[in-house]
């Protein structure tokens, strides 16, 4: 069992940048992958980044070139960079971990992006 807690989300202008972190309570060395995910409101919760435990990564193709994952295996953290953060990625943003039999997920941080 891992818990998952995200923070770093907030109100940002169009064109900045936040930095969201997912603190595990475990060690995520062996962890499948691990991911960041969004839903907006009145939508379907969508993948935003995944990385895995070889450092992998995979982006939706709204953030590439935008939004960095990365991962620290000492700190037990998960990272996303958002920079020229754009009004349609206001959303609650939650962060995953695939252990391969099952998915956790933490409580979600929001990002509003103000135009």
């Known amino acids: 069992q891992v818990q998952l807690v995200e923070s770093g989300g907030g109100l940002v202008q169009a064109g900045g940048s936040l930095r969201l972190s997912c603190a595990a309570s475990r060690s995520i060395f062996s962890i499948n992958a691990m991911g960041w995910y969004r839903q907006a409101p009145g939508k379907q919760r969508e993948l935003v980044a995944t990385i895995t435990s070889g450092g992998s990564t995979n982006y939706a193709d709204s953030v590439k070139g935008r939004f960095t994952i990365s991962r620290d295996n000492a700190k037990n953290t998960v990272y996303l960079q958002m920079n020229s953060l754009k009004p349609e990625d206001t959303a609650v943003y939650y962060c995953?971990?695939?252990?391969?039999?099952?998915?956790?997920w933490g409580q979600g941080t929001q990002v509003t992006v103000s135009s």
């Open positions: 995953n971990a695939d252990v391969g039999h099952y998915n956790y």
